[in-house]
């Protein structure tokens, strides 16, 4: 490396190493001469400052998302189950709390999300339904394994209208079937990885960068996750006989429930829900406008 010595390892464990700083062994291999070239020239280095935010965005974006797709297809079933396992008793244990919603209305939407597999020939023992109460707001939430979760204010808040409950709960689904748990995790898995062997061992700033990294990953992955979840709903709720028009109500209302508190605080969970998905006037179009054709 320039401004380094080189050094000679004897077979006694000394060193020899030369005053010289610039001296360089005349029987050095060609590699380290070119090296050590392109270490001394600026015009290389100004490259590689252009070349290397190119090469991360490729890697990232690219080349990361298609391999982690193929690369899930080839996972045991025991991997989506594990994790989906261990990521529920997580949220139980600091998360979320057991659900405040009376057992006959539980019984009466297991029983409407049982009717729904069915009808979609959609294999039972594939899937449970999950209910949690918690800090996260009217939400769902889809687990590798299967396990579909629903928090206490979004059964409360589409409580009056169960076809855009199963529209919800359809959407969670498509996660599953798409596998979009399993590439998320592979996804983030690899762009740390990246980051930690571009950055080397840095603590602090390192971590800080690789942290980001990650998460801005996993926000752009998200949204087409997203896209790719509702157009799953779609077309089961036109196969169910129901409109489409469902989910984009179940939207809308989640919409005007996060407006609402987003007024009241400005770091609600509406703007930590819209950064990591599509903008929700977006999606409520898309259902509004689709169609079997497309």
Same mark, same amino acid.
């Given at each position: 490396?320039? +401004?380094?010595?080189?050094?000679?390892?004897?077979?006694?464990?000394?060193?020899?190493?030369?005053?010289?700083?610039?001296?360089?062994?005349? +029987?050095?291999?060609?590699?380290?001469?070119?090296?050590?070239?392109?270490?001394? &020239?600026?015009?290389?280095?100004?490259?590689?400052?252009?070349?290397?935010? #190119?090469?991360? @965005?490729?890697?990232?974006?690219?080349?990361?998302?298609?391999?982690?797709?193929? +690369?899930?297809?080839?996972?045991?079933? =025991?991997?989506?189950?594990?994790?989906?396992?261990?990521?529920?008793?997580?949220?139980?244990?600091?998360? /979320?709390?057991?659900?405040?919603?009376?057992?006959?209305?539980?019984?009466?939407?297991?029983?409407? @999300?049982?009717?729904? #597999?069915?009808?979609?020939?959609?294999?039972?023992? $594939?899937?449970?339904?999950?209910? &949690?109460?918690?800090? /996260?707001?009217?939400?769902?939430?889809?687990?590798?394994?299967?396990?579909?979760?629903?928090?206490?204010?979004?059964?409360?808040?589409?409580? $009056?209208?169960?076809?855009?409950?199963?529209?919800? /709960?359809?959407?969670?689904?498509?996660?599953?079937?798409?596998? %979009?748990?399993?590439?998320?995790?592979?996804?983030?898995?690899?762009? =740390?990885?990246?980051?930690?062997?571009?950055?080397?061992?840095?603590? +602090?700033?390192?971590?800080?960068?690789?942290?980001?990294?990650?998460?801005?990953?996993?926000?752009?992955?998200?949204?087409?996750?997203?896209?790719?979840?509702?157009?799953?709903?779609?077309?089961?709720?036109?196969?169910?006989?129901?409109?489409?028009?469902?989910?984009?109500?179940?939207?809308?209302?989640?919409?005007?429930?996060?407006?609402?508190?987003?007024?009241?605080?400005?770091?609600?969970?509406?703007?930590?829900?819209?950064?990591?998905?599509?903008?929700?006037?977006? &999606?409520?179009?898309?259902?509004?406008? @689709?169609?079997?054709? %497309?």
């Amino acid at each position: 490396m320039p +401004g380094l010595p080189v050094e000679l390892h004897l077979p006694n464990g000394a060193r020899f190493i030369p005053d010289d700083a610039s001296y360089r062994w005349s +029987g050095l291999k060609s590699e380290a001469h070119i090296l050590n070239w392109l270490e001394t &020239r600026w015009i290389v280095a100004l490259v590689a400052v252009i070349a290397l935010p #190119l090469f991360i @965005w490729l890697v990232t974006f690219r080349l990361i998302p298609a391999a982690a797709g193929i +690369g899930v297809a080839f996972l045991p079933p =025991s991997v989506a189950e594990e994790s989906g396992q261990q990521t529920l008793a997580i949220l139980d244990r600091i998360y /979320m709390k057991p659900s405040q919603i009376p057992e006959a209305q539980q019984a009466a939407i297991r029983e409407q @999300w049982h009717n729904t #597999l069915e009808a979609l020939s959609i294999p039972k023992a $594939n899937y449970q339904l999950h209910f &949690r109460s918690g800090p /996260m707001g009217p939400n769902a939430m889809a687990l590798p394994n299967g396990d579909v979760i629903l928090t206490d204010d979004i059964v409360e808040l589409m409580g $009056n209208s169960p076809r855009q409950l199963t529209a919800v /709960m359809l959407h969670e689904i498509g996660h599953v079937e798409h596998q %979009h748990g399993l590439k998320m995790m592979a996804q983030t898995a690899a762009t =740390s990885m990246l980051f930690a062997l571009i950055l080397g061992d840095i603590e +602090g700033a390192g971590e800080m960068v690789i942290g980001a990294g990650a998460s801005l990953t996993h926000n752009a992955f998200s949204r087409d996750m997203e896209r790719e979840a509702d157009l799953f709903a779609y077309k089961k709720l036109h196969q169910l006989g129901h409109s489409p028009k469902d989910f984009a109500e179940a939207m809308n209302r989640l919409m005007q429930s996060q407006t609402a508190s987003a007024s009241a605080d400005d770091n609600s969970a509406l703007n930590k829900y819209l950064s990591s998905h599509p903008a929700i006037k977006e &999606r409520i179009e898309a259902a509004r406008n @689709w169609s079997p054709a %497309h």
